[in-house]
């Protein structure tokens, strides 16, 4: 199975932390960067490739992840010289990939099994397989309904349910053919051109620990929790 993590990101929002480091190798506790946490996980998966998509300080990645073997698996690197976008990066790697692979994210802290869902995506027959988390959105306001300047309906500090993208995807080779590689692509448009081919991807519903790992609270918070979750998150690697 073959693997292709997002890595190429500056990870402003993550800012001072990302200043100097690209944001898949912060730390997570004392001994881990997020991206080897990854790549532990998706060995013991059963994943034996990885491409690495870098850019913003991809050196850095290069030097500490070198080619994979320390984790059982071969690592090779695909370089952006400009931002591509989320999946504007595999459209020059089609030629290396196979007819299924994973994307994900070299920023995402879960104990997803990445193998069932490029699992469920092959046997979907789906042009793409996304992970989704539910979410939970509370106003904190009371909400308006208006129609002409007349208030038609009102709710008092409504809670909004949501499925959410988890940054982790199955996906088809095929899937990327009608698109220009150097150009950018992104997963919102790759998604819509789906909805709009009435060729819609199909959602893998996960309901264990996700923590994107986007904001400085969100970091902060993966270093407290890491210690009594350490052996969730790395079991069989």
Same mark, same amino acid.
């Given at each position: 199975?073959?693997?292709?993590?997002? +890595?190429?990101?500056?990870?402003?929002?993550?800012?001072?932390?990302?200043?100097?480091?690209?944001?898949?190798?912060? =730390?997570?506790?004392?001994?881990?960067?997020?991206l080897?946490?990854?790549?532990?996980?998706?060995?013991? #998966?059963?994943?034996?490739r990885?491409?690495?998509?870098?850019?913003?300080?991809?050196?850095?990645?290069?030097?500490?992840?070198?080619d994979?073997?320390?984790?059982?698996?071969?690592?090779?690197? #695909?370089?952006?010289?400009? =931002?591509?976008?989320?999946?504007?990066?595999?459209?020059?790697?089609?030629?290396?990939?196979?007819?299924?692979?994973?994307v994900?994210?070299?920023?995402?802290?879960? $104990?997803?099994?990445? #193998?069932?869902?490029?699992?469920h995506h092959?046997?979907?027959?789906a =042009?793409?397989?996304?992970?989704?988390? +539910?979410? /939970?959105?509370?106003? $904190?306001?009371?909400?308006?309904?208006?129609? +002409?300047?007349?208030?038609?309906?009102?709710?008092?500090?409504?809670s909004?349910?949501?499925?959410?993208?988890?940054?982790?995807y199955?996906?088809?080779r #095929?899937?990327l053919?009608?698109?220009?590689?150097?150009? =950018?692509l992104?997963? $919102?448009?790759?998604?819509? $051109?789906?909805?709009?081919?009435?060729?819609?991807?199909?959602?893998?519903?996960?309901?264990?620990?996700?923590?994107?790992?986007?904001?400085?609270?969100?970091?902060?918070? +993966?270093?407290?929790?890491?210690?009594?979750?350490k052996?969730?998150?790395? /079991?069989?690697a």
């Amino acid at each position: 199975m073959h693997a292709v993590i997002l +890595a190429g990101g500056k990870g402003v929002r993550l800012r001072p932390y990302t200043t100097a480091l690209p944001k898949p190798l912060v =730390p997570i506790g004392d001994q881990h960067a997020i991206l080897e946490i990854v790549l532990r996980q998706l060995s013991a #998966a059963g994943f034996t490739r990885c491409t690495l998509a870098i850019g913003h300080l991809g050196e850095i990645i290069r030097a500490y992840v070198g080619d994979g073997s320390q984790w059982g698996m071969t690592v090779d690197y #695909a370089t952006e010289e400009s =931002p591509l976008g989320t999946m504007g990066p595999l459209l020059g790697l089609r030629d290396r990939l196979p007819e299924t692979f994973l994307v994900m994210n070299g920023d995402v802290l879960t $104990d997803l099994d990445y #193998a069932d869902v490029l699992r469920h995506h092959r046997d979907s027959g789906a =042009p793409l397989t996304i992970a989704t988390y +539910a979410r /939970k959105v509370h106003i $904190d306001f009371g909400v308006l309904t208006t129609d +002409a300047s007349k208030v038609v309906a009102f709710t008092e500090k409504p809670s909004l349910d949501y499925q959410v993208s988890m940054g982790v995807y199955g996906l088809s080779r #095929a899937t990327l053919d009608d698109y220009t590689p150097g150009l =950018p692509l992104g997963f $919102d448009e790759l998604v819509l $051109d789906l909805l709009k081919a009435h060729n819609p991807p199909h959602a893998y519903e996960f309901d264990g620990y996700w923590l994107d790992i986007g904001r400085p609270d969100d970091y902060d918070r +993966a270093n407290a929790e890491f210690t009594t979750r350490k052996s969730l998150l790395l /079991k069989g690697a």
